[in-house]
């Protein structure tokens, strides 16, 4: 079966440290990737995906993650965080098999920033 | 035009009342998701419409019943719920349920408390 594995369940930064939230996931075959956020008291807002190309792609708010297949892995970066990024981090994997799109998240990462 | 509206924004039910949550989109999409959030837990994927046929039912419990009257429209008709029902229910929707490069964006959610 499909999983998504985050392992930093919370993590505490102070504001211009840079942040590195890992995922990975357990699927063999071809796979879409996606980050997810929840702003408290907000809904789930798309921060990137990857589908295809560049593994390295950049998403908004200055937010960035790099898919490497060998690993699994999709991991979220930013170089310098601020206050405003404290929010749920959701990594979600969807397999490419099948008629229907289904959509795995990983179990989340709070994030706190202090000012 | 990335908006998925829910209604209504809290639920507070009785265990023999009968309710229904709403959610709408005008973004074309033809596939729609129900997902149910714990607190502190990632969304968990209920059921999947697709061109308003239901297409994925994850074994959710029948005192859950949805409707997809239309393309733009989702219901979720709550009937003898139990208090571990209460959660935030988010819905979603996307282009089209197909593997592909399709993206899934999400609703507020409503909150429901079952007393």
């Known amino acids: 079966a499909q999983s998504v594995s985050q392992h930093n369940h919370h993590v505490i930064l102070s504001e211009a440290a840079s942040l590195e939230l890992g995922c990975n996931y357990s699927?063999?075959?071809?796979?879409?990737l996606f980050w997810y956020v929840q702003y408290p008291g907000q809904h789930l807002q798309l921060l990137l995906k990857?589908?295809?190309?560049?593994?390295l792609v950049k998403g908004i708010k200055g937010f960035e993650a790099e898919f490497i297949k060998s690993k699994f892995s999709f991991n979220l970066r930013k170089p310098s965080v601020q206050w405003s990024d404290t929010a749920e981090y959701f990594c979600a994997v969807r397999a490419l098999r099948g008629a229907t799109n289904k959509l795995i998240f990983g179990t989340g990462t709070l994030l706190a920033v202090q000012p | 035009d990335t908006e998925v509206t829910q209604t209504p924004k809290h639920l507070v039910m009785g265990m023999t009342n009968k309710k229904s949550l709403k959610c709408e989109q005008h973004m074309g999409h033809r596939a729609m998701y129900w997902y149910k959030q714990k607190a502190k837990k990632p969304p968990e994927l209920m059921f999947v419409y697709s061109y308003e046929k239901l297409s994925i039912n994850e074994s959710v419990p029948s005192r859950f019943s949805p409707e997809c009257p239309n393309s733009s429209l989702l219901n979720l008709h709550l009937h003898a719920l139990q208090p571990e029902d209460s959660a935030l229910y988010l819905c979603?929707?996307?282009?089209?349920?197909?593997?592909?490069?399709?993206?899934?964006?999400f609703g507020p959610g409503t909150r429901l408390t079952v007393l």
């Open positions: 990857y589908f295809s190309g560049d593994p």
């Open positions: 979603a929707s996307s282009q089209d349920a197909g593997p592909g490069t399709d993206t899934q964006y």
């Open positions: 699927y063999g075959g071809t796979v879409n």
